[in-house]
């Protein structure tokens, strides 16, 4: 019944991704990086990863600003993990690509914030914000490491 739930408000677009694509590529370049012997240049990456080298590039400035990755400049330059992918929380490489905290739906972190301004009325909203804390949570417990480690 849930699903059924989520499957429609889906297709009229009321939910919000949690794992975007640049998430998504931010992880997988990540982990292309973790094994990497010498920096990466981002046209490596995107050749690799079959992505677009202009949006990479874009996802990996923003990994570097956070100092989760190393830029290094030059005609053998490009980028390494600048931390221990222990370190590296699934939640910090969302939040910084995204460049705000994932969210499930798009509703506001407090009823204050509502848009609509009806928050005191929805019946649904505590659900929304217990889970997404839930979600909070468990992104910041799982590192790159453990990502790495998963078969």
């Not at 046209?43 to 100092?67: P, V």
């Not at 939640?91 to 690509?97: A, D, G, K, T």
Request: with cysteine.
């Amino acid at each position: 019944m849930i699903e059924h739930y989520f499957a429609i408000m889906s297709k009229k677009r009321y939910i919000q991704m949690l794992i975007t694509r640049a998430s998504e590529y931010a992880i997988l370049s990540l982990i292309l990086l973790s094994s990497a012997k010498s920096p990466m240049d981002s046209d490596t990456l995107s050749k690799e990863l079959a992505i677009s080298k202009s949006f990479l590039a874009k996802i990996l400035q923003s990994l570097a600003k956070a100092n989760i990755l190393k830029s290094y400049k030059g005609v053998h330059g490009g980028f390494v993990l600048e931390s221990d992918p222990k370190s590296i929380t699934m939640l910090e490489i969302m939040s910084c690509v995204e460049g705000k905290a994932p969210a499930v739906f798009e509703c506001a972190p407090s009823k204050k914030d509502c848009p609509s301004n009806k928050a005191n009325v929805c019946s649904i909203w505590p659900f929304l914000h217990k889970l997404q804390g839930k979600i909070d949570v468990f992104l910041a417990d799982i590192t790159l490491a453990d990502i790495l480690c998963e078969d």
